[in-house]
Every structure is written in structure tokens, then in C-alpha cells.
């Protein structure tokens, strides 16, 4: 059996403790794409400063159990203990979804890790996203590295297998949308519903305080017609589901969060609720704690506090910064704190609920209209509610999404 999602199902009514961490395991990275906000926001830490696998340890220990655990960087692959990591957290915190986010340039080395994380947290779906910003030569150029986009399919073919032989596996891939490609969505589109098998796709909005700005210059017109292209690909059976329980009702989700991106963005101001730094937390690998990707300031460093994420909550770093971003000063647009501000809103589940059943509806028009049979009776609001409530968390993750 999985480890349940509804575990988490208090945190509707009370934010009190994280169950979202995003833990930059490493700095470090094979890649230097212009647009990574985490490797412009500071300088490199010194050596031996990335926390050690006791000090992981002693913080994931009085935790509690996660919905969700992302691992991020740089590489993460590139982190040679990402397996004993992985080992720590899923022992201690369970956590229903675990997600391994990578540019695929280490083909082999990839392919065998992930799938000794796979066998030895068998109760998590583990998540693999590839990072994919343009076809052949375009996603060399865009990240800076030579070679890696035939790196990155070798990856896709190595990983494709663990489907068959794993069922708490998921392979997805991730395209960034940023000023340099948003003329080529439809080209990189086409060629990720082409590849064999097809794998989910999903389009992150370019995020952060980056060296060059200018990446950030986008249209956010194209924005919306890729995410209109990727909505109906899911209400058509065109685009692949989730393997997981509720997959249909992830998939609304997912068409609910690019509208809400869409207009955050063009109003420059948050329209939601948002819980970073009550339900979502960020470790960084030195061991400073922020309430999500981007806000800079620390709730202070998990090494001055007893390896206690508890009580670096009550700090009065955290409690100011927690303050502000209830007063909502602050509006990013990042995909991973959506999927909580929306999954954790009741006053969404309306809306969320709609979007389940115009897309349930539309998948057993088109399913009908190829078999010749009649569609299933449509299902009630209320049971679109209670699968968004109980199966649909897996964020930004994806894989067969």
C-alpha cells in the first residue's frame, strides 16, 4: 500500500506545520543555464558546507510525515549520498510523493540511482522531471551544454523501462518558458507528445531574480496558448495521465493552476491565499531555511537551532516574514506553491470541481466518439471534491504526470 494522502487532509483547516519541503540537496551543477535563479541568488558555499547525512538525519527525525518532498539544486544527481538521503526521509517522514527533478546529463548514473530509490522507498511515488527547453541544438544553446540534449534522451530511453517494472515510478518532463523559447512552444510540444512513450508535459512560467532579466520578457499571450494547448491535450486523451488514484482530478489541477498563473502574472499581485512557510518550508544546502523559492530571507539555519524545523518556526524571523506574506506582499508565480494553495483552498474546490467534470466529461466524449460506445454517467460534484481533496497532490511533478 502507498502511503496515504489523506494523512494530510487536517491541513485544510490547519496550516500549523510544513508538509511540503523542497531541500536543495547540492549548489553544485553540470549545467549553467542563464536563467537559474538559484545559482545567480548567491555566491557558491565554502567547502564541506552542504549539511551532512547525520545532520539530515537529526532534522528529518521530528519532522513528521511529508505530502510532498522535492529534491532541488543545481544537479541533485550530482550529490553523491542522494540515495541515503532519499533513505533518511522516506524512514522518518513517509513522505506521499518524492520528487527528482534533473537535466539529464548523467544518463547511466541517473537510471541506476533513481531505481534503487525507487525499490527502496516502494510506499512514495517517485517523480522524475526532465528538464527540456528546446529541441536538439535550441536546448544546448539555451542551457549552456554542449551535447546535452542527446544526453538528456538517453536518460528518457534508460528511464523509460522503470514504468513497466515499478508502479510507484512516474517520468515527466519540464520546459521552462522563459523569453528564448516562447516562440518554439508548439515545436517542443509536438516533439514531447511524439516521443515513445509519451510522456506527461508540463510548462513552467520563467521565476526569480535572475542575472539577466531579460529572460523574464515574456508574452504572456504565447503563455496562455501553450497552457491552452496543454489543457486541452488532457480533455481529449491526447496527453497521458498520472498511474495514481485521482490522476483525472490532478489533471484539473493542473489546468486550474496555469489560469491562476496567468492572471497573477499579468495583475504583478497575489489573488490567493498563499502558505509558504506554514504548509511549504525550503531547506536550502547549508541548512537556512526560507519559506519558499523565492523570498531571500531566512527563518535563520537549521545548525543554530538544534536541527529543529519546529522551532525555527517560531522564530521572529519567521514570524515576520509569515506576516508579510498573509498581508500578500509579495506574488510569484511558482507551480509547486499553487498546487498547495489550491489543493489546501477550500474556497477553490468549486472551481477545482468544474474543471474536473468538464475535462472527466470531455476524456469520454473523445474515448466514446473513437470506440463507438456510449460515455459513462457523468459523477457528482461531490465525488470530485473528495478526489481532489484525497488523490490529486502530486505537484509540479509529473510523469505520466
Known sequence: ?????????GSILWKRRPIQLTFFVTRKCNARCPFCFYLAAATPPPAGAELALDEIERLARPLGT??????????????QDLIEISRIFYRHNRPAI???PTNGMLPELIRDRT???????????????????GVGGAHDALRRTPGGFEKLMHTYRLLTPLLARYPNFELGINTVFMADNQDRMDEIADFVAGLPPAPAHTVSLVRGAL?????KQVDLDKYE???????????????PLYRFAGASLKAAQDVLQRRLILRTARAHKRLIPCYAGRLNLVLSETGEIYPCETRRE?????REHGYDLRQLLRTQAALRIRRSIRRRECACTHECYFITNILFNPRLYPALAREYLAALSARRRARAAATGE???????????????????HVAEAAQRE
Do not use: Y
Open 211 to 215: 542575472a539577466d532579466a531579460s529572460h
Open 98 to 100: 518524492l520528487l527528482l
Open 225 to 239: 496558448r501553450i497552457g491552452a494547448r496543454l489543457a486541452r491535450a488532457l480533455r481529449t486523451d491526447a496527453a
Open 298 to 302: 531566512s527563518f535563520g539555519n537549521v
Open 1 to 9: 500500500m502507498m502511503h496515504s494522502l489523506l494523512r494530510h487532509l
Open 115 to 133: 531505481e534503487q530509490i525507487v525499490r527502496e522507498c516502494p510506499k512514495s511515488t517517485v517523480v522524475v522531471k526532465l528538464s527540456l527547453d
Open 374 to 392: 456510449h460515455p459513462a454517467p457523468r459523477p457528482q460534484p461531490e465525488q470530485a471534491l473528495g478526489a481532489a481533496i484525497g488523490g490529486a
Open 66 to 79: 511529508l505530502l510532498w518532498l522535492a529534491f532541488s539544486g543545481g544537479e541533485i544527481f550530482l550529490r
